[in-house]
């Protein structure tokens, strides 16, 4: 196994809780109780990698030294990893306490929390990429 397997599970929950939305926002459109079903579960899978995820890059940042320069992006890409982990944690809680029916009022929340978390998808998605393009984090130097 590699010894920092982040980069190489990260896509997973990024997929997943990106298409949840989606389609949940398209069982909107489409009435139809299967693409509420394939929301929740790709909810649950993408949580689940999130977790993955988070842990995963609590074990990685272990190896960056105290005073690196990419220690303030690797701050704010942890907290905004641990944000993702938490509001779509609060989404499925949600949808798993309404079991999938929302008043009109409830539905806005939803959506609201949903258009945060795809937010904070690409935010921590973005720090990311600094923290491997900018500062050379998680890559292996070239070869002389």
Request: aromatic share 10%; hydrophobic share 55%; charged share 10%.
């Amino acid at each position: 196994m590699p010894p920092n397997i982040h980069p190489l599970i990260v896509h997973f929950p990024i997929a997943l809780l990106l298409t949840s939305v989606a389609l949940s926002w398209a069982g909107l459109i489409w009435q139809g109780k299967s693409l509420d079903r394939a929301a929740w579960y790709t909810l649950l899978l993408g949580l689940a990698g999130a977790l993955f995820s988070v842990i995963s890059g609590f074990l990685a940042a272990a190896g960056v030294p105290a005073d690196s320069p990419a220690m303030a992006t690797l701050t704010t890409h942890r907290l905004l990893g641990i944000a993702v982990l938490v509001i779509f944690g609060l989404q499925a809680l949600c949808a798993w306490r309404s079991k999938g029916v929302y008043s009109r009022n409830k539905r806005i929340l939803h959506t609201a929390i949903q258009i945060v978390g795809v937010a904070l998808v690409v935010a921590v998605g973005l720090y990311g990429g600094e923290l491997v393009y900018i500062f050379g984090l998680g890559v292996a130097s070239a070869l002389p």
